[in-house]
Protein backbone atom coordinates (compact mmCIF):
# COMPACT_ATOMS: atom_id res chain seq x y z
CA UNK A 1 0.00 0.00 0.00
CA UNK A 2 1.28 3.49 -0.82
CA UNK A 3 -0.72 6.78 -0.17
CA UNK A 4 -0.23 9.80 -2.20
CA UNK A 5 0.21 13.20 -0.69
CA UNK A 6 -3.85 14.50 -2.04
CA UNK A 7 -3.84 18.48 -2.63
CA UNK A 8 -7.46 17.74 -3.95
CA UNK A 9 -9.93 20.69 -2.99
CA UNK A 10 -12.85 18.36 -2.49
CA UNK A 11 -13.15 15.50 -1.83
CA UNK A 12 -9.65 15.56 0.14
CA UNK A 13 -7.79 14.43 2.56
CA UNK A 14 -8.44 12.42 5.81
CA UNK A 15 -6.29 11.81 8.90
CA UNK A 16 -5.01 8.49 8.12
CA UNK A 17 -5.57 7.37 11.86
CA UNK A 18 -9.42 7.71 11.01
CA UNK A 19 -9.27 6.06 8.13
CA UNK A 20 -7.55 2.89 9.67
CA UNK A 21 -10.09 2.79 12.71
CA UNK A 22 -13.21 2.68 10.32
CA UNK A 23 -11.31 -0.24 8.67
CA UNK A 24 -11.02 -1.83 11.94
CA UNK A 25 -14.34 -1.24 12.13
CA UNK A 26 -15.46 -2.31 8.88
CA UNK A 27 -16.84 -5.95 9.56
CA UNK A 28 -17.94 -5.54 12.81
CA UNK A 29 -18.47 -2.28 14.72
CA UNK A 30 -18.00 -2.36 18.55
CA UNK A 31 -19.45 -6.36 19.10
CA UNK A 32 -22.03 -5.61 16.84
CA UNK A 33 -21.50 -7.57 14.05
CA UNK A 34 -22.15 -5.12 11.35
CA UNK A 35 -20.91 -2.28 9.39
CA UNK A 36 -22.31 1.18 10.33
CA UNK A 37 -23.41 1.45 7.36
CA UNK A 38 -25.49 -1.89 7.50
CA UNK A 39 -27.11 -0.53 10.85
CA UNK A 40 -30.48 1.07 11.39
CA UNK A 41 -30.38 4.70 12.07
CA UNK A 42 -32.93 3.55 15.01
CA UNK A 43 -30.60 1.54 16.83
CA UNK A 44 -29.22 2.13 20.00
CA UNK A 45 -25.64 1.40 18.55
CA UNK A 46 -26.25 4.50 16.19
CA UNK A 47 -28.18 6.95 18.21
CA UNK A 48 -24.75 6.76 20.44
CA UNK A 49 -22.69 7.88 17.03
CA UNK A 50 -24.81 10.77 15.80
CA UNK A 51 -25.17 12.08 19.49
CA UNK A 52 -21.83 11.72 20.18
CA UNK A 53 -20.49 13.30 16.95
CA UNK A 54 -23.00 16.38 17.73
CA UNK A 55 -21.70 16.83 21.13
CA UNK A 56 -18.17 16.65 20.08
CA UNK A 57 -18.87 19.00 17.83
CA UNK A 58 -20.38 21.39 20.25
CA UNK A 59 -17.58 21.35 22.09
CA UNK A 60 -14.73 21.81 19.53
CA UNK A 61 -16.88 24.94 18.16
CA UNK A 62 -18.02 25.99 21.53
CA UNK A 63 -21.41 26.17 19.83
CA UNK A 64 -24.18 27.49 22.63
CA UNK A 65 -27.44 26.03 23.47
CA UNK A 66 -29.62 28.40 21.55
CA UNK A 67 -27.89 27.29 18.43
CA UNK A 68 -29.42 23.41 16.49
CA UNK A 69 -26.87 21.41 15.08
CA UNK A 70 -28.08 19.32 11.65
CA UNK A 71 -26.72 17.07 9.91
CA UNK A 72 -28.07 16.53 6.00
CA UNK A 73 -27.99 15.80 2.77
CA UNK A 74 -27.79 17.55 -0.57
CA UNK A 75 -24.59 19.17 -0.35
CA UNK A 76 -23.62 22.85 0.43
CA UNK A 77 -25.28 23.01 -3.00
CA UNK A 78 -28.90 22.43 -1.68
CA UNK A 79 -28.42 24.94 0.90
CA UNK A 80 -28.28 27.36 -1.54
CA UNK A 81 -31.99 26.81 -1.94
CA UNK A 82 -32.66 25.92 1.64
CA UNK A 83 -31.46 29.38 2.78
CA UNK A 84 -33.63 31.44 1.21
CA UNK A 85 -36.59 29.17 1.50
CA UNK A 86 -36.26 29.29 5.08
CA UNK A 87 -35.09 32.69 5.79
CA UNK A 88 -36.52 34.61 3.28
CA UNK A 89 -38.75 36.29 5.39
CA UNK A 90 -39.12 39.86 3.58
CA UNK A 91 -37.95 38.40 -0.01
CA UNK A 92 -34.92 40.18 -0.01
CA UNK A 93 -31.10 39.38 0.92
CA UNK A 94 -27.86 40.99 0.06
CA UNK A 95 -24.70 38.63 -0.65
CA UNK A 96 -21.22 38.85 -0.77
CA UNK A 97 -19.51 37.68 -3.88
CA UNK A 98 -16.38 36.68 -3.49
CA UNK A 99 -16.65 33.91 -6.46
CA UNK A 100 -18.42 30.86 -7.87
CA UNK A 101 -19.98 29.59 -4.98
CA UNK A 102 -21.42 32.52 -3.57
CA UNK A 103 -22.15 33.70 -7.27
CA UNK A 104 -23.83 30.02 -7.47
CA UNK A 105 -25.88 30.53 -3.93
CA UNK A 106 -26.88 34.13 -4.98
CA UNK A 107 -28.44 33.24 -7.97
CA UNK A 108 -30.19 29.70 -6.72
CA UNK A 109 -31.60 32.90 -3.68
CA UNK A 110 -32.48 35.27 -6.84
CA UNK A 111 -35.61 32.28 -7.73
CA UNK A 112 -36.87 33.10 -4.41
CA UNK A 113 -36.82 36.77 -3.61
CA UNK A 114 -34.60 39.86 -4.31
CA UNK A 115 -30.90 39.75 -4.01
CA UNK A 116 -29.05 42.81 -4.00
CA UNK A 117 -25.34 41.79 -4.26
CA UNK A 118 -23.53 44.61 -2.00
CA UNK A 119 -20.12 43.79 -2.91
CA UNK A 120 -18.07 42.00 -4.90
CA UNK A 121 -14.59 41.08 -6.23
CA UNK A 122 -15.61 39.93 -9.54
CA UNK A 123 -13.50 43.06 -11.10
CA UNK A 124 -9.91 41.43 -10.38
CA UNK A 125 -11.05 37.82 -11.06
CA UNK A 126 -12.13 37.44 -7.29
CA UNK A 127 -8.32 37.26 -6.27
CA UNK A 128 -9.51 39.69 -2.94
CA UNK A 129 -12.11 40.18 -0.16
CA UNK A 130 -13.53 43.29 -0.71
CA UNK A 131 -13.73 45.82 2.39
CA UNK A 132 -17.10 45.09 4.08
CA UNK A 133 -16.77 47.53 7.10
CA UNK A 134 -19.37 49.66 5.77
CA UNK A 135 -21.47 48.06 3.03
CA UNK A 136 -25.15 49.58 1.93
CA UNK A 137 -26.63 46.74 3.51
CA UNK A 138 -30.95 46.76 2.77
CA UNK A 139 -32.72 48.00 5.04
CA UNK A 140 -35.25 44.85 4.69
CA UNK A 141 -32.68 42.37 3.90
CA UNK A 142 -33.52 38.82 5.59
CA UNK A 143 -29.93 38.03 5.60
CA UNK A 144 -26.56 39.03 4.66
CA UNK A 145 -24.65 35.69 3.00
CA UNK A 146 -21.06 35.12 2.16
CA UNK A 147 -19.21 32.34 1.35
CA UNK A 148 -15.87 32.60 4.17
CA UNK A 149 -13.31 30.77 2.52
CA UNK A 150 -13.19 30.90 -1.36
CA UNK A 151 -12.10 27.18 -2.30
CA UNK A 152 -11.62 27.76 -5.85
CA UNK A 153 -9.65 31.30 -5.47
CA UNK A 154 -8.09 30.93 -2.34
CA UNK A 155 -9.24 34.20 -0.89
CA UNK A 156 -10.55 34.23 2.56
CA UNK A 157 -12.04 36.67 4.92
CA UNK A 158 -10.02 37.34 7.81
CA UNK A 159 -12.70 39.66 9.29
CA UNK A 160 -16.23 38.85 8.94
CA UNK A 161 -18.63 41.80 7.00
CA UNK A 162 -20.23 44.54 9.44
CA UNK A 163 -23.84 43.35 8.79
CA UNK A 164 -25.29 46.43 10.46
CA UNK A 165 -27.62 44.01 12.52
CA UNK A 166 -28.51 41.57 9.78
CA UNK A 167 -28.19 37.90 10.31
CA UNK A 168 -25.02 36.65 8.91
CA UNK A 169 -25.16 32.64 6.91
CA UNK A 170 -21.81 31.83 6.59
CA UNK A 171 -20.69 29.21 3.81
CA UNK A 172 -17.83 27.69 5.22
CA UNK A 173 -17.36 24.27 3.41
CA UNK A 174 -13.81 24.90 3.07
CA UNK A 175 -12.75 26.30 5.94
CA UNK A 176 -14.93 24.21 8.71
CA UNK A 177 -13.06 23.53 11.57
CA UNK A 178 -9.59 24.82 10.24
CA UNK A 179 -9.63 27.47 13.22
CA UNK A 180 -11.64 28.69 16.33
CA UNK A 181 -14.80 30.40 15.58
CA UNK A 182 -17.69 32.18 17.46
CA UNK A 183 -20.73 30.91 16.60
CA UNK A 184 -22.82 33.94 18.37
CA UNK A 185 -21.71 35.84 15.37
CA UNK A 186 -23.76 33.98 12.98
CA UNK A 187 -27.63 33.64 12.34
CA UNK A 188 -26.19 30.25 10.29
CA UNK A 189 -22.60 28.41 9.80
CA UNK A 190 -23.29 25.42 6.90
CA UNK A 191 -20.67 23.29 4.77
CA UNK A 192 -20.67 20.65 2.89
CA UNK A 193 -17.86 18.14 5.37
CA UNK A 194 -15.91 16.59 2.12
CA UNK A 195 -13.66 19.84 1.87
CA UNK A 196 -12.35 19.69 5.87
CA UNK A 197 -14.44 16.69 7.87
CA UNK A 198 -15.68 13.62 6.08
CA UNK A 199 -16.95 11.98 3.10
CA UNK A 200 -18.98 13.86 0.64
CA UNK A 201 -23.02 13.60 0.87
CA UNK A 202 -23.13 15.02 4.34
CA UNK A 203 -23.61 18.62 5.41
CA UNK A 204 -23.80 20.32 8.52
CA UNK A 205 -25.93 22.78 9.62
CA UNK A 206 -25.17 25.26 12.68
CA UNK A 207 -28.30 27.02 12.83
CA UNK A 208 -29.15 29.58 15.88
CA UNK A 209 -32.80 27.83 17.01
CA UNK A 210 -35.15 31.70 16.72
CA UNK A 211 -34.72 31.17 12.73
CA UNK A 212 -35.73 27.97 12.55
CA UNK A 213 -39.71 28.19 12.41
CA UNK A 214 -42.56 27.07 10.58
CA UNK A 215 -42.71 30.47 8.65
CA UNK A 216 -41.28 29.34 5.78
CA UNK A 217 -41.71 30.39 1.84
CA UNK A 218 -45.06 28.48 0.29
CA UNK A 219 -44.64 25.16 -1.06
CA UNK A 220 -41.27 24.56 0.52
CA UNK A 221 -40.57 20.58 0.72
CA UNK A 222 -40.73 19.30 4.01
CA UNK A 223 -37.38 17.78 3.62
CA UNK A 224 -36.10 21.69 2.69
CA UNK A 225 -37.54 22.77 6.03
CA UNK A 226 -34.91 23.48 8.63
CA UNK A 227 -37.82 22.61 11.34
CA UNK A 228 -38.67 18.78 9.66
CA UNK A 229 -34.88 18.01 10.94
CA UNK A 230 -34.91 20.08 13.87
CA UNK A 231 -37.53 18.84 15.44
CA UNK A 232 -36.40 15.01 14.54
CA UNK A 233 -32.42 15.30 15.79
CA UNK A 234 -31.30 14.79 12.07
CA UNK A 235 -33.34 11.95 12.40
CA UNK A 236 -36.36 12.83 10.30
CA UNK A 237 -35.43 10.46 7.51
CA UNK A 238 -32.71 8.09 6.92
CA UNK A 239 -29.12 10.19 7.26
CA UNK A 240 -26.20 10.17 5.93
CA UNK A 241 -25.64 7.57 8.78
CA UNK A 242 -22.22 6.94 7.77
CA UNK A 243 -20.90 9.74 6.69
CA UNK A 244 -21.52 11.03 10.07
CA UNK A 245 -20.03 8.24 11.81
CA UNK A 246 -16.41 9.29 10.22
CA UNK A 247 -16.98 12.63 11.09
CA UNK A 248 -17.83 12.05 14.66
CA UNK A 249 -14.00 10.29 13.98
CA UNK A 250 -12.79 13.65 12.90
CA UNK A 251 -13.78 15.28 15.79
CA UNK A 252 -12.37 12.95 18.10
CA UNK A 253 -9.25 13.40 15.98
CA UNK A 254 -8.89 17.23 15.95
CA UNK A 255 -10.10 17.42 19.98
CA UNK A 256 -6.91 14.78 20.53
CA UNK A 257 -5.13 17.18 17.88
CA UNK A 258 -5.46 20.37 20.89
CA UNK A 259 -8.85 21.28 18.80
CA UNK A 260 -9.39 24.29 17.06
CA UNK A 261 -6.85 26.87 18.30
CA UNK A 262 -4.27 24.39 17.93
CA UNK A 263 -5.30 23.47 14.47
CA UNK A 264 -5.58 27.40 13.81
CA UNK A 265 -1.67 26.78 14.68
CA UNK A 266 -0.40 24.00 12.86
CA UNK A 267 -2.45 25.43 9.23
CA UNK A 268 -0.80 28.87 9.85
CA UNK A 269 2.81 27.15 9.78
CA UNK A 270 1.72 25.04 7.25
CA UNK A 271 0.56 27.62 4.64
CA UNK A 272 3.36 29.63 5.72
CA UNK A 273 6.35 26.99 4.34
CA UNK A 274 3.97 27.31 1.22
CA UNK A 275 3.46 31.24 0.93
CA UNK A 276 6.80 31.53 1.88
CA UNK A 277 8.11 29.76 -1.10
CA UNK A 278 5.87 31.68 -3.48
CA UNK A 279 6.38 35.01 -2.59
CA UNK A 280 10.47 34.85 -3.28
CA UNK A 281 10.14 32.13 -6.49
CA UNK A 282 11.04 33.49 -9.32
CA UNK A 283 9.18 30.64 -11.49
CA UNK A 284 5.47 30.19 -9.25
CA UNK A 285 3.60 33.24 -7.54
CA UNK A 286 0.57 33.23 -5.49
CA UNK A 287 -2.43 34.45 -7.21
CA UNK A 288 -4.20 36.38 -4.29
CA UNK A 289 -3.73 39.39 -2.71
CA UNK A 290 -1.62 38.25 0.46
CA UNK A 291 -4.05 39.29 3.14
CA UNK A 292 -6.55 37.60 2.31
CA UNK A 293 -4.80 34.39 1.82
CA UNK A 294 -6.71 31.07 2.49
CA UNK A 295 -4.55 28.76 4.77
CA UNK A 296 -6.95 25.67 3.25
CA UNK A 297 -6.55 26.22 -0.38
CA UNK A 298 -3.11 27.96 -1.99
CA UNK A 299 -3.33 28.74 -6.44
CA UNK A 300 -0.80 29.63 -7.45
CA UNK A 301 0.70 29.94 -11.63
CA UNK A 302 4.28 29.54 -13.32
CA UNK A 303 2.47 32.80 -15.67
CA UNK A 304 3.17 30.05 -18.88
CA UNK A 305 0.57 27.35 -18.89
CA UNK A 306 2.70 24.97 -20.61
CA UNK A 307 5.33 25.08 -17.81
CA UNK A 308 1.94 24.62 -15.56
CA UNK A 309 0.94 21.64 -17.23
CA UNK A 310 4.26 20.51 -17.36
CA UNK A 311 4.61 21.30 -13.24
CA UNK A 312 0.87 19.04 -12.70
CA UNK A 313 1.98 15.99 -14.92
CA UNK A 314 5.82 15.94 -13.12
CA UNK A 315 4.16 16.53 -9.62
CA UNK A 316 1.54 13.45 -10.29
CA UNK A 317 4.77 11.36 -11.22
CA UNK A 318 6.08 12.48 -7.68
CA UNK A 319 3.62 11.32 -5.90
CA UNK A 320 1.83 15.10 -5.45
CA UNK A 321 -1.85 14.23 -7.19
CA UNK A 322 -4.53 16.73 -7.67
CA UNK A 323 -2.57 19.71 -8.04
CA UNK A 324 -4.26 21.19 -10.98
CA UNK A 325 -6.01 25.24 -10.78
CA UNK A 326 -9.92 24.52 -10.96
CA UNK A 327 -11.41 24.53 -14.22
CA UNK A 328 -12.17 28.14 -14.30
CA UNK A 329 -8.85 29.89 -13.19
CA UNK A 330 -5.92 27.49 -14.35
CA UNK A 331 -2.32 27.31 -13.45
CA UNK A 332 -2.32 25.38 -9.81
CA UNK A 333 -4.04 24.98 -6.56
CA UNK A 334 -2.69 23.35 -3.53
CA UNK A 335 -5.65 22.38 -0.83
CA UNK A 336 -4.09 21.75 2.48
CA UNK A 337 -6.86 21.23 4.42
CA UNK A 338 -6.61 19.77 8.34
CA UNK A 339 -5.06 16.67 7.50
CA UNK A 340 -2.59 17.30 5.22
CA UNK A 341 0.54 17.05 7.11
CA UNK A 342 2.81 19.75 7.01
CA UNK A 343 5.16 16.92 5.41
CA UNK A 344 3.47 16.95 2.63
CA UNK A 345 3.78 20.97 2.07
CA UNK A 346 7.44 20.53 2.88
CA UNK A 347 7.81 18.00 0.27
CA UNK A 348 5.63 20.11 -2.07
CA UNK A 349 7.70 22.95 -1.59
CA UNK A 350 10.99 20.91 -2.24
CA UNK A 351 9.81 19.28 -5.23
CA UNK A 352 8.50 23.31 -6.43
CA UNK A 353 12.54 24.23 -5.66
CA UNK A 354 13.07 21.41 -8.29
CA UNK A 355 11.63 21.75 -11.01
CA UNK A 356 11.88 25.65 -10.63
CA UNK A 357 15.53 24.86 -10.86
CA UNK A 358 15.37 22.28 -13.87
CA UNK A 359 13.16 24.74 -15.81
CA UNK A 360 13.79 28.19 -15.47
C1 LIG B 1 -17.37 22.54 -2.76
C2 LIG B 1 -18.09 23.73 -2.32
C3 LIG B 1 -19.48 23.86 -2.49
C4 LIG B 1 -20.32 22.84 -3.21
O1 LIG B 1 -20.41 21.70 -2.47
P1 LIG B 1 -21.37 20.49 -2.91
O2 LIG B 1 -21.41 19.67 -1.66
O3 LIG B 1 -20.71 19.81 -4.05
O4 LIG B 1 -22.68 21.06 -3.26
C5 LIG B 1 -20.08 24.99 -2.00
N1 LIG B 1 -19.38 25.94 -1.36
C6 LIG B 1 -18.05 25.85 -1.18
C7 LIG B 1 -17.32 26.93 -0.46
C8 LIG B 1 -17.36 24.74 -1.65
O5 LIG B 1 -16.04 24.66 -1.47
Redo the contacts with the bound molecule.
Keep these: MSRVYNFS??PAVLPEEVLREAAEEMLDYQGTGMSVMEMSHRSKAYKDIIEEAEADLRDLMGIPDDYEVLFLQ?????QFAMIPMNLMKNKTADYIVT?Q?AK??SEEAGKYGRVNIIASSADKTFSYIPDCSDLPVSEDADYVYI?E????YGTKYKELPNTKGKILVA????CFLSEPVDVTKYGVIY??V??NIGP?GT?IVIIRRDLITEDVLPGTPTMLKYKTHADAGSLYNTPPAYGIYICGKVFKWLKKQGGLAAMKEKNEKKAKILYDYLDQSRMFRGTVEAKDRSLMNVPFVTGDEDLDAKFVKEAKAAGFENLKGHRTVGGMRASIYNAMPAEGVEALVAFMKKFEEENL
Excluded at 74 to 78: K, V
Excluded at 149 to 152: H, K, M, R
Design positions: AGGGASQGWKACNNTIDVSSGGQKAV
